[in-house]
C-alpha cells in the first residue's frame, strides 16, 4: 500500500436476530485487519455497527411486545458485549438510530435529489421484508418465494420515489474496468459487471408504509428505503451532512469494505452508484468474502433427522475456547473468497495441531533451554561460534527475510489464510531446526555452549519475529509470549517490516503458563453435546401397513435419469430475469438444445461457453419466460445461500457420453 490510510468497515449488522458466527467472523477480520495496518504506523479506523430501521424490525418489536428502540436497544447492547468479550476493538460504532447518521443520510438524500436522480412515481412489487429487497416476479400473479429466507414475498404498491440507476449503467462498468481491484474476489467482480451489463432498472427508494424509518428530507410521509440508509452509514460515520464526527475528508475514499457475499450487489452497484450520483468517489475497495457451512452443510438452528442443529453457538465458543483459538480457526479456515466449514472438532484439532503442538510448543522448548541453560538470559551468537552452526542461523535469517515479503503480499490481498501459512512454514523449520540439532543434548558440555547459544539465539530471534507478526491474529498469546521473552514495549507497536535479525540485550526470559494447552478432545465434546440436546421430534405419523422404508433406490431407479457430457455452445442472460441464462448445449445430438439455467447471479455467461457440463436430458421440456428448456444441468448447492457450482469434467468426454 502506498497511501498511509486505513480505513475498514463491516456491514452494519441488522438486528432481527441475535449475533452469529457470520456476525462474528466479519468483526474479526476487520479487527485482525485494524491491528495489522495500526501496527505498521497506517493512520487507521475501524468501523462495525447497527442497522436498526425497516418493517422487518417493527413486526420484531410488535411480536416481541416492546417499542422498537426499546427492542432494538436491547438487541444493539447484545452485539457490543459479545463483540467485546471475544476482543473485538472497534474504533466507533454507529447506529442509524444515531441523530447524527439520521443529519448525514437526509444530506445525501438532498445531494442526489438536488443533482436530478431522485424522482417520485409509484411501485408495485414483491417485496421481501428479511432482505429488504424486492424480487422479480417468475409467474405472473404469483408471489415468488425469497431465495434466501424460503418464504413468500409480500405484495406492495404505493407512491414510492425513485433512484435513477438506470443512468449509471455506463459510469459503473467504467469503473469497474479503470479500477478491477475494486470489487474483490475476481468472481465477484464479474458478478457485478453481469448484473450492470444485462439491465439496471431505477430503484425504489422510499416507503409509505413503513414508519421506523428516517424521514425523507421535506416529505416525511415517506421513510428511505432501508439500504439508502444503511449504506450512508460508510459516511455518515466519517462525518458526512453533520458535524458530530470528523474525519471524512482524512479516510474517504480510503477504506476497505468487508462483506459477506450475499450482500454484494448493495454494496457493488447501488453503493457506487449512490455515491456518484452524489458527486462523491466510490469506495477503494469491496471484497466479498465466503459463507460459513459447518459439516458441508448450511448452518441451521432447524434440527436436523437426529434433532440437532449444526448452527454454532457463540456461548458454546466462548465457554470452551479462547479467543486467540476461535480467531485462528476462522482466519485459518476461510479461504480467500471461499466458503469455510466450521465444525467443533476441526476447531480442536486446529488448536491442538497448530496452536499447541505447533507454535506453542515451539515457545515452550525454545523459553525452557534458556532458562535451563543460560540461566533464562537469551543468548546471542558468539564469536567462537562453530561456521555450520552460523552458516544454518543465516540461512534461516535469509528465510525470514523472504518469508516476510510473502506474508506481508498475502494480507495486501487479504488471502489471510496464506499468509499464516506462511508463518506457519518457519514455524515448522525452527521446530526442525531444533529436532536436527537437539539442543537439549548439549546442555552439560562446555566445550558446545557455542553451538548452543547459536541455536537457541535462532529460535528466541525466530520467535521475536512471529510474535509481531503474528499479534494481529492471536493478540493475547503473542503480547504473552513478548513479555515472556524480556522484549521492551509490546509487539503491538513494532511493524514486521522494521524487523531484523539482531543481538538481544539483557533480555531475560520468563515462565508462564502454556501459550496453548492441549484440547480434551472428548471432554469437551461431551460438554457440547449435553448442554445442546436434541430438540423433541413430534410423534411419528403410524406407518402404513407395507413393506419399512429404507431410502435407498434401486438400479432401475436410477437407470431412469439419462446423464449426458454437454457442451455449452453458447449462454446468454434472459431479458427481464435476473437469475435465468439460456445456454445452447451439444449433448450429441443433430442439433444442440436449449437449457435454461437459475445461474446467472453465480455465472457470467462468456465464462460458460466451451465448459463440459452433465445434463440431464431426459426430463420433460418445461416453458420458462416463454422460453421452452429441454434438460437440466447439473450443480452443487454449497454455502449458507446455497450457491450452485456447475458439475463438470477432470477428464475429456465426448459430447453425448452417457453417465452410468
Given at each position: 500500500m502506498?497511501?498511509?490510510?486505513?480505513?475498514?468497515?463491516?456491514?452494519?449488522?441488522?438486528v432481527?436476530?441475535?449475533?452469529?458466527?457470520?456476525?462474528?467472523?466479519?468483526?474479526?477480520?476487520a479487527?485482525?485487519?485494524?491491528?495489522?495496518?495500526?501496527?505498521?504506523?497506517?493512520?487507521?479506523?475501524?468501523?462495525?455497527?447497527?442497522?436498526?430501521?425497516?418493517l422487518?424490525?417493527?413486526?420484531?418489536?410488535a411480536?416481541?411486545?416492546?417499542?422498537?428502540?426499546?427492542?432494538?436497544?436491547?438487541?444493539?447492547?447484545?452485539?457490543?458485549?459479545?463483540?467485546?468479550?471475544?476482543g473485538?476493538?472497534?474504533?466507533?460504532w454507529?447506529r442509524?438510530t444515531?441523530?447524527?447518521?439520521?443529519?448525514?443520510?437526509?444530506?445525501?438524500?438532498?445531494?442526489?435529489?438536488?443533482?436530478?436522480?431522485?424522482?417520485?412515481?409509484?411501485?408495485?412489487?414483491?417485496?421481501?421484508?428479511?432482505?429488504?429487497e424486492f424480487?422479480?416476479?417468475?409467474?405472473?400473479?404469483?408471489?415468488p418465494?425469497?431465495?434466501?429466507?424460503?418464504?413468500?414475498?409480500?405484495?406492495?404498491a404505493?407512491?414510492?420515489?425513485?433512484?435513477k440507476?438506470?443512468?449509471?449503467?455506463?459510469?459503473?462498468?467504467?469503473?469497474?474496468?479503470?479500477?478491477?481491484?475494486?470489487?474483490?474476489?475476481?468472481a465477484?467482480?464479474?458478478?457485478?459487471?453481469?448484473?450492470?451489463?444485462?439491465s439496471?432498472?431505477?430503484?425504489?427508494?422510499s416507503?409509505?408504509?413503513?414508519?421506523?424509518?428516517i424521514?425523507?428530507?421535506?416529505?416525511?410521509?415517506?421513510?428511505?428505503?432501508?439500504?439508502?440508509?444503511?449504506?450512508?452509514?460508510?459516511?455518515?460515520?466519517?462525518g458526512f451532512?453533520?458535524?458530530?464526527?470528523t474525519?471524512?475528508?482524512?479516510?474517504?475514499?480510503?477504506?476497505?469494505?468487508?462483506?459477506?457475499?450475499?450482500?454484494?450487489?448493495?454494496?457493488?452497484?447501488y453503493?457506487?452508484a449512490?455515491?456518484?450520483a452524489?458527486d462523491?468517489?466510490?469506495?477503494?475497495?469491496?471484497?466479498?468474502?465466503?459463507?460459513?457451512?459447518?459439516?458441508g452443510r448450511?448452518?441451521?438452528k432447524?434440527?436436523?433427522?437426529?434433532?440437532?442443529?449444526?448452527?454454532?453457538?457463540?456461548?458454546?465458543?466462548?465457554?470452551?475456547?479462547?479467543?486467540?483459538?476461535?480467531?485462528?480457526f476462522?482466519?485459518?479456515?476461510?479461504?480467500?473468497?471461499?466458503?469455510?466449514?466450521?465444525?467443533?472438532?476441526?476447531?480442536?484439532?486446529?488448536?491442538?495441531?497448530?496452536?499447541?503442538s505447533?507454535?506453542g510448543?515451539?515457545?515452550?522448548?525454545?523459553?525452557?533451554?534458556?532458562?535451563?541453560?543460560?540461566?533464562?538470559?537469551?543468548?546471542?551468537?558468539?564469536?567462537?561460534?562453530p561456521?555450520?552452526?552460523?552458516?544454518?542461523?543465516?540461512?534461516?535469517?535469509?528465510?525470514?527475510?523472504v518469508?516476510?515479503?510473502?506474508?506481508?503480499?498475502?494480507?495486501?490481498?487479504?488471502?489471510?489464510?496464506?499468509?499464516?501459512?506462511?508463518?506457519?512454514?518457519?514455524?515448522?523449520?525452527?521446530?526442525?531446526?531444533l529436532s536436527?540439532?537437539?539442543?537439549?543434548k548439549?546442555?552439560?558440555s562446555?566445550e558446545?555452549?557455542p553451538?548452543?547459544?547459536t541455536?537457541?539465539?535462532?529460535?528466541?530471534?525466530?520467535l521475536?519475529?512471529?510474535?509481531?507478526?503474528l499479534?494481529?491474529?492471536?493478540?493475547?498469546a503473542?503480547?504473552?509470549?513478548?513479555?515472556?521473552?524480556g522484549?521492551?514495549?509490546?509487539?503491538?507497536?513494532?511493524?514486521?517490516?522494521?524487523?531484523?535479525?539482531?543481538?538481544?540485550?539483557?533480555a531475560?526470559?520468563s515462565?508462564?503458563p502454556a501459550?496453548?494447552?492441549?484440547?480434551?478432545?472428548?471432554?469437551?465434546?461431551?460438554?457440547i453435546?449435553a448442554?445442546?440436546?436434541?430438540?423433541?421430534?413430534p410423534?411419528?405419523?403410524?406407518?402404513?401397513?407395507a413393506?419399512?422404508?429404507?431410502g435407498?433406490?434401486?438400479?432401475?431407479?436410477?437407470?431412469?435419469?439419462?446423464?449426458?457430457?454437454?457442451?455449452?455452445l453458447?449462454?446468454?442472460?434472459?431479458p427481464?430475469?435476473d437469475?435465468?441464462?439460456?445456454?445452447?448445449?451439444?449433448?450429441?445430438?443433430?442439433?444442440?438444445?436449449?437449457?435454461?439455467?437459475?445461474?446467472?447471479?453465480?455465472?457470467?455467461?462468456?465464462?460458460?461457453?466451451?465448459?463440459?457440463?452433465?445434463?440431464a436430458?431426459?426430463?420433460?421440456?418445461?416453458?420458462?419466460?416463454?422460453?421452452?428448456?429441454?434438460?437440466?444441468?447439473l450443480?452443487?448447492?454449497?454455502?449458507?445461500?446455497?450457491?450452485?457450482?456447475?458439475?463438470?469434467?477432470?477428464?475429456?468426454?465426448?459430447?453425448?457420453?452417457?453417465?452410468?
Amino acid at each position: 500500500m502506498t497511501d498511509r490510510r486505513f480505513y475498514v468497515t463491516t456491514p452494519i449488522y441488522y438486528v432481527n436476530a441475535r449475533p452469529h458466527l457470520g456476525h462474528l467472523y466479519t468483526t474479526l477480520l476487520a479487527d485482525a485487519l485494524a491491528r495489522h495496518y495500526r501496527q505498521r504506523g497506517f493512520d487507521t479506523f475501524f468501523l462495525t455497527g447497527t442497522d436498526e430501521h425497516g418493517l422487518n424490525i417493527e413486526r420484531a418489536a410488535a411480536a416481541a411486545g416492546r417499542p422498537v428502540k426499546e427492542h432494538v436497544d436491547a438487541i444493539v447492547a447484545e452485539f457490543k458485549a459479545t463483540f467485546a468479550a471475544f476482543g473485538l476493538e472497534p474504533d466507533d460504532w454507529i447506529r442509524t438510530t444515531d441523530a447524527a447518521h439520521i443529519q448525514g443520510a437526509q444530506a445525501l438524500w438532498r445531494r442526489v435529489r438536488d443533482r436530478g436522480y431522485i424522482y417520485k412515481g409509484h411501485y408495485a412489487g414483491w417485496y421481501c421484508s428479511s432482505c429488504n429487497e424486492f424480487k422479480d416476479e417468475v409467474i405472473p400473479g404469483e408471489a415468488p418465494v425469497c431465495e434466501i429466507h424460503l418464504r413468500p414475498t409480500e405484495r406492495v404498491a404505493e407512491e414510492s420515489y425513485f433512484f435513477k440507476l438506470s443512468a449509471f449503467r455506463d459510469r459503473l462498468l467504467d469503473f469497474y474496468e479503470a479500477q478491477p481491484e475494486a470489487i474483490q474476489p475476481d468472481a465477484r467482480r464479474n458478478e457485478a459487471v453481469s448484473f450492470v451489463s444485462a439491465s439496471l432498472r431505477d430503484l425504489s427508494i422510499s416507503r409509505i408504509s413503513v414508519k421506523w424509518g428516517i424521514p425523507v428530507p421535506d416529505d416525511p410521509a415517506h421513510t428511505m428505503y432501508v439500504w439508502f440508509d444503511a449504506l450512508s452509514n460508510y459516511i455518515t460515520a466519517l462525518g458526512f451532512g453533520n458535524d458530530a464526527r470528523t474525519g471524512f475528508d482524512r479516510f474517504w475514499p480510503h477504506v476497505l469494505h468487508l462483506v459477506g457475499k450475499d450482500i454484494l450487489r448493495f454494496h457493488a452497484v447501488y453503493w457506487p452508484a449512490f455515491l456518484m450520483a452524489a458527486d462523491l468517489p466510490p469506495p477503494r475497495r469491496v471484497f466479498s468474502h465466503g459463507m460459513w457451512l459447518s459439516g458441508g452443510r448450511k448452518m441451521s438452528k432447524t434440527p436436523d433427522a437426529s434433532g440437532r442443529s449444526n448452527a454454532i453457538d457463540l456461548g458454546v465458543l466462548r465457554r470452551h475456547f479462547s479467543n486467540d483459538v476461535a480467531r485462528y480457526f476462522c482466519l485459518r479456515e476461510m479461504a480467500y473468497g471461499q466458503d469455510g466449514d466450521f465444525t467443533y472438532e476441526a476447531l480442536i484439532d486446529r488448536a491442538n495441531g497448530d496452536l499447541a503442538s505447533g507454535f506453542g510448543n515451539l515457545a515452550s522448548r525454545t523459553l525452557t533451554l534458556i532458562r535451563k541453560a543460560f540461566d533464562g538470559v537469551v543468548p546471542n551468537v558468539p564469536p567462537d561460534a562453530p561456521p555450520d552452526a552460523r552458516e544454518a542461523a543465516a540461512a534461516i535469517a535469509e528465510r525470514f527475510t523472504v518469508q516476510r515479503a510473502v506474508f506481508l503480499a498475502h494480507i495486501e490481498r487479504l488471502a489471510l489464510s496464506r499468509a499464516l501459512e506462511a508463518a506457519w512454514e518457519l514455524i515448522a523449520l525452527l521446530d526442525k531446526h531444533l529436532s536436527d540439532t537437539a539442543p537439549w543434548k548439549l546442555t552439560g558440555s562446555p566445550e558446545a555452549r557455542p553451538r548452543l547459544a547459536t541455536i537457541l539465539h535462532t529460535a528466541a530471534e525466530g520467535l521475536r519475529h512471529l510474535t509481531v507478526w503474528l499479534y494481529p491474529f492471536l493478540p493475547e498469546a503473542t503480547t504473552a509470549l513478548w513479555s515472556r521473552l524480556g522484549l521492551p514495549g509490546q509487539p503491538a507497536r513494532v511493524a514486521p517490516e522494521s524487523l531484523s535479525w539482531q543481538r538481544f540485550k539483557s533480555a531475560v526470559v520468563s515462565d508462564g503458563p502454556a501459550l496453548f494447552p492441549r484440547l480434551d478432545k472428548t471432554t469437551i465434546m461431551n460438554d457440547i453435546e449435553a448442554t445442546t440436546q436434541p430438540v423433541a421430534a413430534p410423534p411419528a405419523s403410524p406407518a402404513p401397513a407395507a413393506a419399512p422404508e429404507t431410502g435407498y433406490i434401486t438400479i432401475d431407479d436410477f437407470a431412469k435419469v439419462e446423464l449426458r457430457v454437454g457442451q455449452v455452445l453458447e449462454a446468454e442472460r434472459v431479458p427481464k430475469a435476473d437469475k435465468l441464462l439460456r445456454l445452447q448445449v451439444d449433448v450429441g445430438e443433430a442439433t444442440p438444445r436449449q437449457i435454461l439455467a437459475g445461474i446467472a447471479q453465480y455465472y457470467a455467461p462468456e465464462t460458460l461457453i466451451g465448459r463440459k457440463i452433465v445434463v440431464a436430458t431426459n426430463l420433460a421440456p418445461r416453458k420458462l419466460r416463454g422460453l421452452e428448456s429441454n434438460g437440466m444441468l447439473l450443480a452443487a448447492s454449497v454455502g449458507e445461500q446455497g450457491r450452485p457450482v456447475i458439475a463438470t469434467f477432470t477428464e475429456d468426454a465426448p459430447n453425448g457420453a452417457r453417465l452410468k
